[in-house]
């Protein structure tokens, strides 16, 4: 394990090749398990990057977690090119997959290609994903046409939460999971290099897993699939409130910050902080100096009010 970082910032992960489509796909065929957690900016990305995580995924779940908002619709392209591109600078070996935001590809084809190709030329994308089958499986094609890999996400697809009814679990009918199966091979047909499936039952994905040869993904959707993938708030335990079913929280981080931040608060209130160390000298002459020139300014005679000669 070489600790020398290439480039400007500095991970401690293990030298790893970069993860790319073909890696994954290899990783399904071993049976190894795919491991993906979101990120939205610098210092999370060199967090999972230094994990050794094997795909990011820019979530629009941003705007849930990151932006305060009440449902992923209103985040705006522009909006996550920014977090793209903060992630994408804490990134070497992971591979980034960038959500489209809900509005930017479902009317036509053209809007999707365009919308994916700034997501990869102005933020490096590796890859985008995009909610839904049915005619959002034309779309996946084209911007996989245009060069451009695409992952596909089934069951709970949020920015269309309103139309499922709420953000429900997905697939609980034989009419819904044989049209899910559906769904899943006509996005892999049209050239997804992986599928999310998010809050459906384990016993859908264990029949969906053997008739799909891509890598599959799952939140929610039990233990079978290739791998799985978790918002990186509800990994860490970073916000307050209740969690979907489906998290588990690997640390309870925001009791942490508070408890860190009211310390801060309390040592400035009673002045220990901030110490000594953290503090700067100036030379003892170049006090006496200054404190010299200040004695001067201050009315030794030949001074105006100002601290001008007279
Ligand atoms: N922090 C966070 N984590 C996410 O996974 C996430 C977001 N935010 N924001 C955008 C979407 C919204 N998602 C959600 C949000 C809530 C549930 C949820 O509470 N589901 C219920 C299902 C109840 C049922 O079907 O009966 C649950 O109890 O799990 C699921 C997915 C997934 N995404
Ligand atoms: C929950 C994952 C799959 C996602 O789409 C997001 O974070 O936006
Ligand atoms: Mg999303």
Known sequence: MSASPRSSFDVQAPDRAPVTVTSLLE??????????????DYPSATVVEAAG?????????????????????????????????AVRRGLRASFM??????????????EAVKSAQRFVKEAGAQA????????????????????????????L????????GGLRAQGKSAEQATKMVADALALQDAGCCALVLEAIPAAVAEE???????????????????????????????LEGRTAKFVKQYAHLHQAMVAAVHQFAGEVRDGEFP??????????????R?????????????????????
């Open 275 to 288: 110490g000594r160390e953290h503090t700067y000298a100036i030379p003892p002459e170049e006090l006496q």
């Open 53 to 85: 995580v094997d795909m990011v995924l820019v979530g629009d779940s941003a705007a849930t977690t990151v932006l305060g908002l009440d449902s992923t619709v209103p985040a705006t392209v522009d909006e996550l090119l920014m977090l793209n591109r």
């Open 128 to 155: 985008v994903k995009l909610e839904g089958g049915g005619v959002m499986v034309d779309r996946a094609r084209a911007i996989v046409a245009a060069g451009i890999p695409v992952v596909g996400h089934l069951g």
């Open 290 to 310: 200054f404190q010299g020139s200040l004695a001067q300014l201050h009315g030794h005679g030949d001074h105006d009010v100002e601290g001008h000669p007279a």
């Open 27 to 40: 990783k399904k065929h071993h049976g190894e398990k795919i491991v993906m957690v979101t990120a939205y």
């Open 208 to 238: 969906l897993m053997p008739l799909l040869e891509i890598p599959v993904i799952g939140i929610g959707a039990g233990a079978s699939t290739d791998g799985q993938v978790l918002v990186w708030h509800d990994l860490l335990g970073l």
């Open 97 to 110: 997959v960038s959500d489209l935001p809900f509005g930017s590809y479902e009317a036509s084809d053209y």
């Open 157 to 164: 697809t949020p920015q269309t939460a309103t139309a499922l």
